[in-house]
């Protein structure tokens, strides 16, 4: 099983960056789909996650309305779309997959920075 995070990068506060996972290995259509970041010194949080069938979405609070997790199952693919980015959105963000009816996330990308300059 592979997760291959892409698209990080550097922008600035306000822009936009959209951020893509695309897993192979194995079948995800009972599984959920998380993106997860940690930014420096601080612990790994949860951003959004997405039922692969059906497309249930799942939002961090704080997050919900400026991000946006979608999957394309033809192509085997997460995608985050980030919004009107903040200094503080600055982290390494992860792509991660678990069974659906499970609270451990089984599988992990390899991370992609994203930087945010204000």
């Known amino acids: 099983v592979q997760l291959q995070a892409s698209g990080g990068g550097l922008v600035q506060a306000g822009d936009s960056l959209g951020l893509s996972c695309a897993a192979s290995?194995?079948?995800?259509?009972?599984?959920?789909m998380g993106w997860f970041r940690q930014a420096p010194g601080k612990e790994r949080e949860f951003v959004a996650a997405?039922?692969?069938?059906?497309?249930?979405?799942v939002y961090a609070n704080s997050l919900k309305g400026r991000f946006t997790i979608s999957r394309d199952n033809a192509k085997n693919t997460v995608y985050l779309q980030m919004n009107s980015l903040k200094p503080e959105d600055t982290a390494v963000y992860y792509c991660?997959?678990?069974?659906?009816?499970?609270?451990?996330?089984?599988?992990w990308g390899q991370g992609t920075l994203v930087t945010v300059s204000s």
């Open positions: 290995g194995r079948s995800f259509s009972s599984y959920m």
């Open positions: 997405i039922r692969w069938s059906g497309g249930i979405t």
């Open positions: 991660a997959g678990r069974v659906a009816d499970r609270a451990q996330y089984d599988y």
